[in-house]
């Protein structure tokens, strides 16, 4: 039987997809595009493990997936062929597992990201840090820097972080309880490892950031969810989990603008954590991930800056202020046996941070361009909300609800109807539009609504998709 079609495939040993994997991705791409087409035979498995240079039994569980999958066909004696009836896609959406939708996601390469709300890197400070950089080197005393300096990070750097949360966030902090780390995800796991151990609980917000949640878990502590609604987290099943266990160590929020959903922890209930955590004994981890792009009045303080609040870890980042690439982020807190674990903790990991950049990014802050770019940042990102939202207003609002938020690089959508997530996901991805599945944010039961990103993506990318968007969401209702 002639087989003129060629497998063009390169197996990468290097890869954590299995290889039976990278051959089943093959075959199904090349199906998609045409390249092989209904009632076309495949190799032999004992010819393409010998092209292959791999084990037959490779081969077969390739094969076994696209026959799972119902891509190909076996007949006995005859051998494999293409499917005279390609899986319709619509109907197997909802089965499919977790990995056979990354799959399918790494085929079709998505041209739109919907991300997490990160900022736009083309409007990013980049000459400026480069010459702040170059200007760090060319100092006659740069050979001090070659050495080894102190686990929290640089002492002036540290200074002015000090000074940017006294003036602008309303705190009374100093550069002794500030820790400087590789982004706000290493805060969070220094966090976790200094002040959570097995046995501990600690309250995290449902649905939130999977991520903090890791750590939280990778510390031993047990993971117990509290519900959002338009307030923020609800205080009075903070009040029951309270009085259940009697383990809790730690409360972790998003307050000033929660994760995913956006909405702001309002006043009242920022007290009464406060008075919660006063009571019990238990310290607040305030993720402040999202404070500079702010287009109302002025940011909401931190709970952070309350001076009755007696324990609380602070984490910020520096990562959308400069450019997205940039891992600076920091932790603040009024214990010094919790920072000197802290430092001695980083001493094991990274022995110290990037002091070269932290020199460099503390001369841009010296010189204003921080400053400046920030307030030109801010109006490019207020433009582009309120854009996004009159799309939202054209394409969605007979179908999902949303808020204007007062800042931030992202909007939550919250479908009218409760959706097959998996198959949302999956169409889109088809139509080359990803977005992050809400089993991302959810605790247990995934939650009907979505992040939608607008920070990095041009306004042509935006209307296109989330045309796009409110076209599945209407077909998958």
Known sequence: MLRPWKLELEIDKMLEKAVY?????????DIRSGRLKAGDALPGSRNLALMLKINRNTVVEAYQVLINEEWVISRERKGIFVSEKLPVLQEKLSSRNPETEERLLALNKPTINFDDGHPDSKIAPVTELARAYRQIFNRKARWQMMGYGNEHGDTEFRKIIAQMLNHQRGMHINEQEISITRGSQMAMFLTAQCLLKAGDAIIVENPGYKPAWKAFEYAGAELLPVAIDNEGIL?????????????????YITPHRQYPTTVTLSLARRLE??????EYGITIIEDDYDNEFHFGYRPILPVSSFNKLQSYV????????????????????KDPEFIQKIGDLRKIIDVQGDVIMEQAVLQLIKDGAVKKHIKKATVHYKYKRDFVFSLLEKYLKDIADFTLPEGGLAFWIVPKKNLDWN??????????????????????????????????LSEEQLEESIQTISEVLRLAK
């Open 273 to 278: 954590l406060i008075e919660l955590s006063n």
């Open 423 to 456: 198959k949302v996901t999956s169409l889109l991805i088809e139509k080359s539009i990803h977005i992050i599945h809400p089993k991302q944010y959810s605790y247990d039961q995934i939650i009907n609504g979505f992040r939608l990103s607008y920070g990095s």
């Open 21 to 29: 994997l990278q051959i089943a991705d093959t075959f199904i791409s």
């Open 235 to 251: 205080i009075e099943d903070i009040k029951r989990l309270l009085t259940q266990h009697k383990n809790i160590k730690a409360l």
């Open 314 to 333: 602070y984490i910020g980042t520096l990562s959308k202020v400069v450019a997205p690439a940039l891992r600076i982020g920091y932790l603040a807190s």
